[in-house]
């Protein structure tokens, strides 16, 4: 990649975060009483298996405490609730409550509708570039973070 083009990722991303509100992860949705980092909690637990902390420490790339602290908040809130894993009695698996799948269903919704809006102010050629070249980055993060991840283990 040409520095150029470097550059003008780096100013792209940066605007993305800006706009996007993304500088405060603390910020609560609207109509919602869960942070941002909290609805990818939900999103996780909502996609997948129940999962461990461990696994949502892993799939958020936040630090253990981090996690620790939201899924007590999400757990007050009854969004989420925390059970022994049958398998492996020392481990918990969370598990969204109806709430906070009621919850994680609104805000698709929510951000939906701006998705709609978003993608119709572009051109065919932008949409087309942006579903090219925006999974193919995060495919590239990805593989720096696992890169990362190996030179440090």
Do not use: C
Not at 7 to 22: D, F, K, P, S, T
Not at 55 to 74: I, Q, Y
Request: net charge negative; no cysteine.
């Amino acid at each position: 990649m040409t520095d150029d083009a470097s550059v003008r990722l780096h100013e792209a991303l940066m605007e993305l975060i800006q706009v996007a509100g993304l500088l405060q992860p603390d910020q609560t949705l609207p109509g919602e009483s869960v942070s941002m980092s909290q609805a990818f909690a939900l999103h996780e637990l909502d996609v997948a298996a129940p999962l461990s902390q461990r696994d949502l420490v892993e799939r958020l790339r936040l630090e253990k405490s981090t996690v620790s602290r939201m899924v007590a908040d999400l757990d007050r809130k009854a969004l989420l609730v925390r059970e022994r894993d049958p398998d492996n009695r020392r481990l918990y698996r969370l598990r969204l409550t109806d709430q906070g799948r009621a919850v994680h269903a609104r805000m698709g919704r929510h951000f939906h509708q701006h998705y709609v809006r978003w993608v119709a102010a572009m051109s065919p050629a932008e949409r087309d570039a942006l579903l090219t070249g925006l999974p193919a980055l995060v495919r590239a993060i990805r593989q720096d973070l696992t890169a990362d991840d190996d030179a440090h283990a």
